[in-house]
């Protein structure tokens, strides 16, 4: 393109309508996201007060803060360890083995990640509640016990519920790798008389090696992040971590803004550690061998093997997704959880109470639909500037935009929620107790995830294409609006997807921003179980995991289109 | 000095906005302040109001389907724990809307610091004569409107008959051990009844049962399920009215109000100054407190604190009862030390 045209594009494209979506996608960046994380940063140094430096190392000199801390260190380290243990034989078996059912098991993987880990942990305390949990009672009457051996409310129990959560993440990884390794290498091996597990040991594993430590500390940061299973498990083991300390902090009265942005700022710290830790092992392990070339491929035959790998990876799903999942579908058509599945049990009214009766099941559905289909949008409209001005245009600062749409991503619910209370609980932008906070939360939350969407669209589409429409007489206007936007329209709509299915069932950030009348799916299972309404809870566990799947449909079938999903999605609750 | 002059001066322009947004709002409405001064028209113009409650769900719903189905005006609510309730009530004068126009919780300490932050209406009430003088506020910016006492319920097939649990001493036994359970949510509003229990038979009670390992759950709600489960027996300073309905519904459990004394809480209402819906909030404050909804109360199982209401049906009159209670004002000074003292016994969050 010649000069004098470039500036007359440029000088026609000045004050037309994009100029105007850019400028407030901007604007509503640097505001819920900026915003918050200025007040977060100043709290925690004791602004509004007095000036402390130190404040948040005096933070730590109280064991009720130094506790949280450590024991969330453990849960990240437990749980990665059981991501790797689980995640790894699983994604050999389905990428590279002849273990039959190897389709369901990937998808039950997926069930097992889509559930909100909150449900999952209540499912866990029907199965294995130390004394009335199905599974400890059936073995009570095998063994004879008058105890059953498992206790869920431990610190086992969070890092097993959270494990069974996170695993996928080193599952979808490894799984990725495994496929692209270089078959060549494999085949040398062999050509010079290595045994099948010689070569899994000493040519696959350190191939994937990468994969699988990305795995582990994606879901290390990841566990550190939710807030439900720390809640319903952790709590009544008098065992806290620092979600739970920092919705302690804030909860009571009056609520501690300093001491709760201290806490958060260190979670912050940790999951950026974690981060920056994941990126350089990634960098400074170049993966040079696994090419795309997958084409030779083929399944290792594992003979009588493959029938103990396909009871362990049966045996996974069936811990992950299916046990947590069916239990939750028989105690909401239960008259009581307590007695299991008998005909004089069975009942309806559950469903009718949550989804008809109930008032804060009923807001809460209507409110989650309106907030997760609001935030949808907006983040697609805001992540798609975002990619468009990083891509398309020379702006300044268009690489601290993107940084500020990505940076989420590191930011736990719990602490978003925290910044968003801080920013706008106070002039000039007074909105705490009405929806529109959940709203900025939800956005602020998930945007990257549309922004990534967005920019991996964007990527498969020439320039040239809009070019030509400009050159040839239209606005950007109307260049973006009929040749860009029917193009990106499957992608845009796997963004949409990708923040709507997260937001629908957000939990860490909702529960310590709700108000009366701005209840959530989240809130409403959160408060019923505190009634002890399990069965309730159940029904609407139900409907959210089902409302949860029938969205993911569309979203594989658009992903399949060729455009790309980006990974490292982040935790739901 | 000087910084904090600037400082206070800065807090005064950052709060004038609000305070002017807000007087202009209540001085259009005219906030009625007694019973008389409720205009049903306005009321039913106003159509709904919204309540903050920790009140037990099932109780409220009653109460609100009456008053529905007398005035036609719509009750929403918000229901957590009673630190839930007052945080957010906070929280929310902080910003400069309060959602709730009526406060209903369980802790009266918390509906004193409202008081002292203003938000709570001084009016009078019809209830007035029924209410015991040490159970509302001289000033009318609160009432009691039940008490609750903090009982000992178990299972029974546990500890039927011979073996069940009478005191709290029995709930010192080794036999206890892993057995027991209690509640407070993570903002520590289980801890005035348990303070109750310190302040009037010691701190080494409440030692000796968490030497127990007593598991701990979010509300009184869970404390039952847990026990009708079998998945512990026995539980301390839970709701009466609790243990109450699990009782009458056939389930393996009963309750006791043990001799040495049972913590009693009175739950408390009050109207908020600035609230969107002052009539038909008013007018439900009175319903709320009027013979008929008290009698809903009862039927759920909690005590009226009206003194023409009768106790719940099979419960022992609380004259009948050596009943233990806390100065709140006290409680209400000291609470972060409590707190701090609870996390020490029992360990966990206190929200402290």
């Not at chain 1, 918050?36 to 730590?60: D, N, Q, T």
């Not at chain 1, 997704?321 to 058509?333: H, T």
């Not at chain 2, 309540?51 to 005006?73: E, M, N, R, W």
């Not at chain 2, 938000?119 to 039940?146: E, H």
Request: charged share 15%.
């Amino acid at each position: 393109m010649t000069r004098p045209l470039q500036a007359s594009l440029h000088h026609r494209s000045r004050w037309d309508g994009s100029t105007i979506v850019f400028c407030f996608s901007i604007g509503l960046l640097l505001l819920i996201v900026g915003y918050p994380l200025l007040w977060l940063l100043m709290s925690a140094f004791g602004i509004p007060g007095e000036f402390e430096l130190g404040y948040i190392a005096h933070v730590y000199t109280r064991s009720q803060n130094l506790a949280p801390l450590v024991n969330t260190l453990i849960l990240a380290f437990g749980s990665a360890i059981i991501s790797v243990a689980f995640g790894v034989p699983l994604a050999w078996a389905t990428a590279r083995s002849d273990v039959p059912l190897r389709r369901t098991i990937q998808a039950l993987v997926a069930v097992a990640y889509i559930t909100p880990p909150y449900l999952t942990a209540i499912a866990y305390i029907i199965l294995l509640g130390p004394d009335a949990g199905y599974f400890n009672r059936a073995l009570q009457e095998l063994t004879g016990a008058t105890r059953g051996p498992f206790d869920i409310f431990s610190m086992g129990g969070v890092i097993f519920v959270v494990g069974m959560h996170v695993f996928p993440f080193t599952y979808f990884m490894t799984h990725s790798a495994l496929r692209s390794v270089d078959v060549s290498y494999e085949e040398a091996a062999r050509l010079l008389g290595a045994r099948r597990w010689g070569v899994l040991l000493r040519v696959n594993l350190p191939l994937v090696a990468p994969a699988i430590t990305g795995g582990a500390l994606l879901s290390a940061i990841d566990s550190m992040a939710l807030f439900g299973p720390q809640a319903f498990l952790g709590l009544p083991a008098q065992i806290t971590f620092l979600p739970t300390r920092i919705y302690g902090i804030i909860g009571s009265y009056p609520p501690r803004w300093a001491e709760a942005s201290a806490l958060s700022l260190t979670l912050v710290l940790l999951t950026a550690c974690g981060l920056m830790l994941q990126r350089a092992y990634l960098e400074g392990h170049s993966h040079a061998t696994v090419g795309g070339r997958g084409l030779r491929l083929e399944n290792i035959r594992l003979g009588r093997w493959k029938w103990l790998l396909l009871a362990f990876c049966l045996g996974v799903v069936f811990l992950s997704a299916l046990a947590p999942v069916g239990v939750l579908a028989i105690a909401a058509f239960s008259r009581s959880w307590i007695s299991g599945i008998a005909a004089t049990n069975f009942t309806l009214s559950n469903f009718s109470e949550a989804l008809f009766n109930n008032q804060i099941a009923v807001r809460g559905i209507l409110n989650s639909f309106r907030l997760a289909a609001a935030a949808g949008l907006c983040a697609v409209v805001v992540g798609a500037t975002v990619a468009y001005v990083d891509l398309r245009t020379q702006a300044k600062g268009r690489r601290f935009l993107d940084y500020l749409a990505i940076l989420p991503l590191g930011l736990p619910g719990t602490v978003m929620a925290v910044g968003v209370l801080l920013a706008f609980i106070r002039p000039p932008f007074a909105i705490y107790g009405t929806i529109w906070i959940l709203l900025i939360a939800y956005v602020a939350r998930f945007v990257p995830l549309a922004t990534r969407s967005a920019n991996a669209t964007l990527r498969q589409i020439d320039p040239s294409l809009e070019e030509a429409a400009r050159i040839a007489g239209a606005s950007r206007l109307a260049a973006l609006w009929r040749i860009l936007l029917p193009m990106t329209l499957p992608g845009m709509a796997v963004a949409f997807l990708l923040v709507f299915i997260p937001a629908l069932s957000e939990l860490s950030a909702t529960i310590l921003l709700y108000s009366g009348g701005t209840e959530t799916i989240a809130v409403a299972i959160f408060r019923l179980n505190d009634l002890g309404q399990i069965e309730v809870v159940a029904a609407l566990a139900v409907f959210t995991i089902t409302v949860t799947l029938l969205v993911s449909l569309p979203l594989n079938w658009l992903s399949n289109r060729g455009r790309t999903v980006p990974t490292g999605a982040v935790s739901k609750s | 000095m000087k910084k904090l002059q600037r400082r206070t001066i800065l807090k005064g322009i950052a709060a004038a906005p609000i305070l002017l947004a807000q007087g202009r709002v209540w001085a259009a409405s005219g906030v009625p302040t007694m019973p008389s001064e409720v205009d049903l028209a306005k009321a039913k113009a106003e159509g709904k109001l919204t309540l903050y409650t920790s009140l037990d769900s099932k109780i409220v719903d009653s109460i609100i389907g009456a008053f529905k189905a007398k005035y036609g005006i719509t009750v929403e609510y918000f229901r957590g724990g009673s630190a839930d309730v007052t945080s957010k009530v906070l929280a929310e004068a902080d910003a400069g809307r309060i959602q709730a126009d009526m406060v209903d919780a369980s802790d009266l300490a918390a509906l004193l610091v409202m008081k002292d932050r203003g938000l709570l209406l001084a009016k009078q009430s019809d209830a007035t004569a029924a209410i015991a003088a040490n159970l509302r506020d001289p000033d009318g910016t609160w009432m009691a409107d039940r008490l609750t006492q903090g009982v000992i319920q178990y299972n029974t097939k546990e500890f039927g008959g011979e073996k069940a649990p009478k005191t709290w001493k029995d709930l010192t036994s080794p036999a206890m051990k892993g057995r027991l359970a209690f509640f407070s949510s993570a903002n520590g509003d289980g801890a005035p009844r348990l303070y109750t229990l310190a302040k009037h038979l010691g701190w080494e009670l409440l030692e000796t049962l968490a030497a127990n390992k007593p598991i701990r759950v979010a509300t009184p709600q869970l404390v039952t399920q847990l026990l009708e489960s079998g998945e512990r027996g026995a539980a301390f300073a839970t709701n009466d009215n609790i243990a109450w309905r699990s009782k009458l519904n056939g389930k393996p459990t009963d309750y006791v109000n043990p001799p040495e004394g049972v913590p009693t809480e009175p739950g408390a209402v009050g109207l908020i100054k600035r609230a969107a819906h002052p009539h038909a909030a008013f007018l439900f404050h009175e319903f709320w407190m009027g013979k008929d909804a008290q009698g809903l109360l009862v039927n759920g199982g909690k005590y009226s604190s009206r003194s023409d209401v009768m106790p719940p049906t099979g419960s022992p009159p609380l004259s009948s009862l050596k009943l233990l209670t806390l100065d709140y004002a006290e409680y209400k000074r000291d609470r972060q030390a409590i707190l701090r003292r609870m996390t020490d016994v029992f360990g966990g969050e206190w929200g402290i």
